[in-house]
T-cell receptor, first 114, second 113 residues
Framework: NAGVTQTPKFRILKIGQSMTLQCTQD?????MYWYRQDPGMGLKLIYYSVGAGITDKGEVPNGYNVSRSTTEDFPLRLELAAPSQTSVYFC?????????????FGPGTRLLVL | AQSVTQLGSHVSVSEGALVLLRCNYSSSVPPYLFWYVQYPNQGLQLLLKYTSAATLVKGINGFEAEFKKSETSFHLTKPSAHMSDAAEYFCAVLAGGGNKLTFGTGTQLKVEL
């Protein structure tokens, strides 16, 4: 199993451009998550999904959109990129079992908005 | 709302010394607590978790944590630090449906010779 994969690894965007961060998992997990990580701030949840066709906002959703058309994929869309979106983005997934299931993380996408 | 506070953004220990990373939680319900580790330029991976079973939880790489309700703490320890333990450590608490987590701000562990 590849686990959780993310593409691209690194990207530079100009202000106002848009892009999609890709996330795929091959563990048949129903739950998927997008986080951003900023220095000294820990990880903040952007959006999450509890199954195909179901998404919900996390703590910091502004400026982002998601979709979940399949169990495997959970892309994150940035519209009109801003310097405040410079960050490292992590996708994660977990089994939809009892409370406290482990989240499995991808390697991250480093995004720089100039 | 559930939250965690990690005391000390940077901790430095000598190789072979005790590692103690602090985490205090705030929760209106019995908490589910986690410690994750992040090595440089990698994603997070689970070290251990507390899900209302035994209060002393053993994890990977010789780490363990003890849930203390009276102190609202879930500190991470390892008896003898190794150079390979140098990483950033995050405490997290279950934050509602969908197995959402709220993370602390992280503690960077440095291990010196």
């Amino acid at each position: 199993n590849a686990g959780v994969t993310q593409t691209p690894k690194f990207r530079i965007l100009k202000i106002g451009q848009s892009m999609t961060l890709q996330c795929t998992q091959d563990m048949n997990h129903n739950y998927m998550y997008w986080y951003r990580q900023d220095p000294g701030m820990g990880l903040k949840l952007i959006y999450y999904s509890v199954g195909a066709g179901i998404t919900d906002k996390g703590e910091v959703p502004n400026g982002y959109n998601v979709s979940r058309s399949t169990t495997e994929d959970f892309p994150l869309r940035l519209e009109l990129a801003a310097p405040s979106q410079t960050s490292v983005y992590f996708c994660a997934s977990s089994y939809s079992g009892p409370l406290g299931e482990t989240q499995y993380f991808g390697p991250g996408t480093r995004l720089l908005v100039l | 709302a559930q939250s965690v506070t990690q005391l000390g953004s940077h901790v430095s220990v000598s190789e072979g010394a005790l590692v103690l990373l602090r985490c205090n939680y705030s929760s209106s319900v019995p908490p589910y607590l986690f410690w994750y580790v992040q090595y440089p330029n990698q994603g997070l991976q689970l070290l251990l978790k507390y899900t209302s079973a035994a209060t002393l939880v053993k994890g990977i790489n010789g780490f363990e944590a003890e849930f203390k309700k009276s102190e609202t703490s879930f500190h991470l320890t390892k008896p003898s630090a190794h150079m390979s333990d140098a990483a950033e450590y995050f405490c997290a608490v279950l934050a509602g449906g969908g197995n959402k987590l709220t993370f602390g701000t992280g503690t960077q562990l440095k291990v010196e010779l």
